[in-house]
C-alpha cells in the first residue's frame, strides 16, 4: 500500500533510522542506528510498539470493562558483541475509542511490577475531568458550557476557579480553601476584542479591593505587545520588522536595546545604548544558520565550528583554548577535550549517561563517576572515583518520582515523608529504618494553597520545639517569620513592598531598613535604622557605576585568580591568604585545598553539598536538606545542630540540640558578612550557599560570586533573553535586586520562595534523564519563574503535565 511513510532516514554522517509500520500505518518499529561507546562496544537501538484491544486489569470501576487500544512499547538495547537484550521504558498505554488516554502503567524492574502512572475519567464531550496518580492522588476539573475549563479541585479539596464573563471580556482567577467559598488569591484579567490581555489586576489584601495592583499591555496589529506598563506604572516600549522579530527594546529609563537578524533570522546583532554610548555584540552563522563566530563590545571573539549534523564540533574560546567534541550515532556527546583535560562519556541504555571520565593532560584517568537509574530514568545511585576512594551514593523515590531516601557516601540517611505530593516530614537521624519520633523528624505545614507555613525541627533536649512560622499577603508574598524556640522568640522579621513585589522595608531586632529602587527594579538606597544611607547607580549593561557612603570596602590587596580551561577557579593568592580547588567529573567542585586544610565535598543529584570528608577521606560533616536548604548538620562526634534562616534564606543562627545558639550571622544585603560568631566550623551563609573565608567568594556551582563587588567573577553560560535586556549582563548578579531574588544555581536570579517550590519539583520531577539535564530544567524553570511567565499553580499543574505524558 502506497502510504507515503517514511521508510528511511539517513543523516549526513551516513547513520540510518529505519521506521516499520502495520498495515493501519501504525508505527511499529524505530530502529536508530548502531552505535559504539568511547570503549568501542557497539550496540543496537530500537523502539518497539505492539497494539491490541483489551481492557486493563488495573481500572477503576469507571473505566472497568472498557474495550481500548492498548500499546506496548519499550526500548530494546542489544549488545552486538555478547547479544545480550535489555529492555527500558516499558510501558502499557490504554486508549479509548476517542483517542483519549485512560491508563498508562510503567515495568518497574525495581520493584519487579507493573506501576500505574496515571488514570484518567472523560466527560460525555470527551473531556477529561479526573485524574489519579501512581500514589492515590487524585484532582479533578469541571468546564464551563463554552467547553473551557474553569475548575480545577486538587488532592486535598482545594478549588482554583477562573470565572469568564464575556461582556466586558474579563475573567476572574481565584483559590479557594476545601470546604469553604472564601476567596484568595484573586486576579483578574481583561482583554481585548482579540482576546489579548491588555490588563491584570490583584488584590494583596482581598477581600477590601482598595488598593489593587495592576500592570498593562497594549499590543500591534499583528497581536505582538508594543508597551508593558508595570504595576509601579513604568513603561518598557518593544518594536518589531515585518516578520514579527523584536528589534528594540527601550526601557522605563529610555535607555535602548536593538536586534539586528541575518536574512535566516538569526540574531546577528545586540545594541545596548544610553544615549551617549554604545555596546554591540554581534554573532556570525554559515549558510544553514549555525553560529560561527561570537564578538563581545570588547572585540574579543569566540570562534564556533559545527560537525555535518549541525552540532559544535570546536570552539575557540576568548583566550583562544580549543575545545573539540564528538559524538555518537545517537548525536549524544561522547568526548570533550581541552588543551590540558578531557571527558569521555559512556552510554549503555537510553537513561541517561553511564560512566564519566575525566583525563588530565597526560591522558591519566583523575576521575570517573558513574550512573544508575530507576525505570523513569531518575537517579538511582552514583560512584564518584577520587584520588585513592570511591564515594557512593544512592537515591529511592516513591511512584510518582518523589525523592524518599538519600543515603550519603558514609552510610548517613535522609528520609523523606509525603502528604498528597507535599513534602510533611524529613528524617534526620541518620537511620535508614523509618521513625515517626518527634526528636528524629522535622515536619513541614503548608496553608491550603501550598505555601509553606511552618517548619517544626526535631524536639530538643528540654522538649521544646524550634519552628520556623511564615506569614503571607493574598499574593503569596513573605510578610513576616518568626523563629521561635517555644513560647521564646529567636528572631522576627517583617515585610513590606512597593507594588512591583520589591521589598521596601525590612525589621528585625536591629529596627526597620528601608530600600527604594529604579525603575527598573534595581537596588539604588538602603537607609538603615541607624539613618545610615547608601546608595548605587547602574549603566544600560547593568554595571555598578557608583556606590555612595558604603562602609564596606573592596579588598585592594593584590590577588591572583587562577582558572582552568573551562572557566573554574583554580586557584586564589593573595599575600595572606590562599586556596586551591578541584572539580569532578560532573563539574562540581570536588576539593578545596588550603596551607590548613583538605575538605572534600559530596553532593546530592541537586548539586547540594550532604556531607564533607577530609584529605584522609575520614567524613567531617553530614548535611541534612529540606527542600532548598540546609536543616541540620551532624558532626563526626556526634553533635547535631540546627539552622535557622531569615527571609531570604540567609542563616542567621545555628543552634544545638539543646537550643542554644552556637553561631549568629548577620550580612548586608549583598551577602557581605557584617557580624559573625562562631563556635562550629559553618560554610553555609549568605543565601545558604557556601562561602569560602580564604576568598571571600560564594561557591554557587556554575561559577563564583563576589560580594564585595555584588557581581560574579566569571562569565555566565546563560546569554539571558532579548525581551529583558537586564539578563544580558552575563555578570551582574540577580538584575541587581539581591533583596529580592537569589541564585542558587549560578546562573539565573529567582525569588526565594519558587527556589523552595523548584526544590520540591527537583526531588521527583520526570524526565531529569542525567546530572547534564537537571541543572538545565532548573535553569529553564527559574527563567520562567524569573519572567513571570509561570507561576507556582502552573508548576504544580505542569508536573501533573509530565506524569500524564511520560
Not at 518589531?240 to 528589534?247: E, H, N, S, V
Not at 516513591?398 to 543515603?407: A, E, N, Y
Not at 579588598?555 to 593568592?573: H, P, S, V
Request: net charge negative.
Amino acid at each position: 500500500m502506497l502510504s507515503g511513510l517514511i521508510k528511511t532516514e539517513t543523516d549526513h554522517n551516513g547513520n540510518t533510522t529505519s521506521y516499520t509500520f502495520d498495515k493501519l500505518g501504525r508505527i511499529t518499529s524505530l530502529k536508530l542506528p548502531n552505535y559504539n561507546t568511547v570503549d568501542s562496544d557497539s550496540y543496537e537501538a530500537e523502539q518497539k510498539y505492539e497494539y491490541d484491544y483489551a481492557t486493563c486489569a488495573f481500572f477503576d470501576t469507571t473505566n472497568a470493562n472498557l474495550i481500548t487500544t492498548s500499546i506496548y512499547s519499550y526500548i530494546q538495547y542489544k549488545d552486538l558483541a555478547t547479544g545480550t537484550i535489555a529492555k527500558y521504558d516499558e510501558r502499557e498505554s490504554f486508549y479509548d475509542g476517542f483517542g483519549n488516554l485512560r491508563l498508562q502503567d510503567l515495568w518497574d524492574f525495581d520493584r519487579g511490577e507493573w506501576v500505574v502512572q496515571s488514570q484518567y475519567h472523560y466527560d460525555n464531550l470527551a473531556r477529561p475531568n479526573y485524574f489519579i496518580d501512581a500514589e492515590g492522588n487524585s484532582s479533578t476539573f469541571a468546564y464551563n458550557p463554552w467547553g473551557i475549563l474553569y475548575k480545577t479541585v486538587d488532592p486535598h479539596a482545594n478549588v482554583y476557579q477562573t470565572d469568564y464573563e464575556l461582556i466586558p471580556r474579563k475573567y476572574t482567577s481565584y483559590f479557594m480553601q476545601q470546604g469553604t467559598t472564601t476567596r484568595q488569591n484573586v486576579v483578574e484579567t481583561s482583554l481585548d476584542q482579540w482576546e489579548q490581555v491588555v490588563q491584570k489586576k490583584a488584590y494583596p489584601n482581598w477581600p477590601n479591593t482598595a488598593d489593587p495592583i495592576w500592570e498593562t499591555y497594549t499590543y500591534d496589529i499583528n497581536g505582538n505587545a508594543i508597551t508593558h506598563t508595570d504595576p509601579n506604572g513604568n513603561t518598557t516600549n518593544y518594536a518589531y520588522d515585518q516578520l514579527d522579530r523584536i528589534t528594540q527594546v527601550i526601557d522605563p529609563l529610555n535607555q535602548t536595546t536593538e536586534y539586528q537578524y541575518t536574512v535566516l533570522g538569526e540574531i546577528k546583532s545586540i545594541k545596548q545604548s544610553d544615549g551617549a554610548k554604545n555596546w554591540i555584540t554581534s554573532q556570525e552563522y554559515d549558510e544553514l544558520a549555525r553560529l560561527t563566530r561570537k564578538a563581545a563590545p570588547s572585540g574579543a571573539a569566540e570562534q564556533f565550528t559545527p560537525n555535518a549534523l549541525g552540532l559544535l564540533q570546536q570552539r575557540t574560546d576568548l583566550n583562544q583554548n580549543t575545545f573539540s567534541y564528538t559524538y555518537d550515532a545517537h548525536k549524544r556527546e561522547i568526548n570533550k577535550t581541552g588543551p590540558a583535560s578531557s571527558f569521555a562519556y559512556t552510554y549503555y541504555h537510553p537513561l541517561g549517561v553511564t560512566w564519566i571520565e575525566q583525563y588530565n593532560n597526560n591522558a591519566q584517568l583523575i576521575g570517573l563517576q558513574g550512573f544508575n537509574y530507576n525505570p523513569k530514568g531518575q537517579i538511582s545511585y552514583t560512584i564518584q572515583y577520587s584520588d585513592a576512594y570511591n564515594h557512593q551514593t544512592y537515591y529511592a523515590y516513591d511512584k510518582t518520582g518523589s525523592l524518599t531516601s538519600v543515603r550519603d557516601p558514609f552510610s548517613h540517611t535522609t528520609l523523606y515523608g509525603y502528604n498528597k505530593n507535599r513534602l510533611t516530614r524529613v528524617q534526620i537521624n541518620g537511620s535508614a529504618t523509618a521513625s515517626t519520633a518527634d526528636a528524629a523528624n522535622a515536619r513541614y505545614e503548608y496553608y491550603p494553597n501550598g505555601m509553606l507555613k511552618s517548619v517544626t525541627y526535631p524536639q530538643l533536649t528540654d522538649g521544646s520545639y524550634l519552628k520556623a512560622n511564615y506569614e503571607y499577603d493574598d499574593l503569596n508574598r513573605l510578610t513576616k517569620l518568626k523563629n521561635t524556640k517555644g513560647t521564646q522568640t529567636l528572631a522576627e522579621y517583617t515585610y513590606t513592598y512597593d507594588k512591583n513585589g520589591n521589598i521596601t522595608s525590612i525589621t528585625d531586632a536591629a529596627g526597620t531598613t528601608t530600600y527604594t529602587y529604579d525603575s527598573l527594579n534595581r537596588l539604588t538606597g538602603i537607609q538603615r535604622p541607624g539613618g545610615e544611607t547608601i546608595a548605587y547607580t547602574y549603566d544600560v549593561r547593568g554595571n555598578r557605576s557608583t556606590v555612595t557612603n558604603d562602609t564596606w570596602s573592596v579588598n585592594l590587596e593584590a590577588t591572583n585568580y587562577t582558572y582552568n580551561e573551562w572557566d573554574q577557579l583554580t586557584q586564589y593568592q593573595t599575600g595572606t591568604s590562599a586556596a586551591a580547588f578541584q572539580y569532578g567529573p560532573t563539574g562540581l567542585r570536588s576539593k578545596k585545598i588550603t596551607p590548613t586544610e583538605t575538605i572534600r565535598y559530596h553532593y546530592n543529584n541537586n548539586g547540594e553539598v550532604i556531607a564533607e570528608s577530609n584529605a584522609s577521606n575520614t567524613v567531617t560533616a553530614n548535611y541534612i536538606w529540606g527542600p532548598d536548604r540546609v536543616l541540620s548538620k551532624k558532626e563526626a562526634g556526634g553533635n547535631q545542630y540546627y539552622y535557622l534562616y531569615n527571609g531570604h534564606g540567609d542563616v542567621a543562627q545555628i543552634v544545638d540540640t539543646s537550643g542554644n545558639p552556637v553561631n549568629t550571622y548577620s550580612y548586608d544585603e549583598w551577602g557581605n558578612i557584617l557580624s559573625q560568631t562562631e563556635q562550629i566550623n559553618n560554610p553555609f551563609k549568605y543565601a545558604g550557599e557556601i562561602h569560602d573565608p580564604e576568598t571571600g567568594l560564594y561557591y554557587l556551582r556554575a561559577r563564583y560570586y563576589d560580594p564585595s563587588l555584588g557581581r560574579f567573577i566569571n562569565k555566565d553560560a546563560y546569554e539571558g533573553d532579548i525581551t529583558n535586556p537586564l539578563t544580558l549582563n552575563q555578570y551582574s548578579y540577580v538584575y541587581n535586586n539581591p533583596i529580592k531574588y537569589i541564585d542558587p544555581s549560578g546562573n539565573i536570579g529567582i525569588r526565594q520562595i519558587d527556589n523552595f517550590a523548584m526544590g520540591l519539583l527537583a526531588s521527583g520531577i520526570e524526565g531529569i534523564k542525567d546530572y547534564k539535564t537537571l541543572p538545565t530544567a532548573i535553569r529553564e524553570i527559574s527563567k520562567a519563574i524569573s519572567q513571570g511567565s509561570i507561576n507556582l499553580n502552573d508548576l504544580a499543574k505542569a508536573m501533573v503535565h509530565l506524569q500524564q505524558n511520560q
